[in-house]
């Protein structure tokens, strides 16, 4: 007989939350999220940026990571900013 595998819930760990804290702090939105040494650790940093653009915190096009703008309780991607909508 085979168990039911146990569902795991993602958590974010210290390191990544407070990676998470400093960037927001230090970058406004639409901003491109690149490494500087007053953010912490440049492994954490790394790792953070790409989970966070995998969970959708951050925005990527091609090779950069932004900081996405909130509009409305919404995350908008950084090249749809300006953009008007077509009825």
Known sequence: MV???VERKE???KALQ???LN???KLKPGEVVTYSP???NKDTFYRWRKDA???GVLTKAGDKYYRPW???NTIMHHTEIGREKSD
């Open 3 to 5: 168990d039911k595998p």
């Open 11 to 13: 958590t974010e760990g």
């Open 18 to 20: 407070r990676m998470r």
């Open 23 to 25: 960037v927001f702090a």
């Open 38 to 40: 007053e953010l912490g």
């Open 53 to 55: 653009a995998d969970a």
């Open 70 to 72: 909130l509009v409305e």
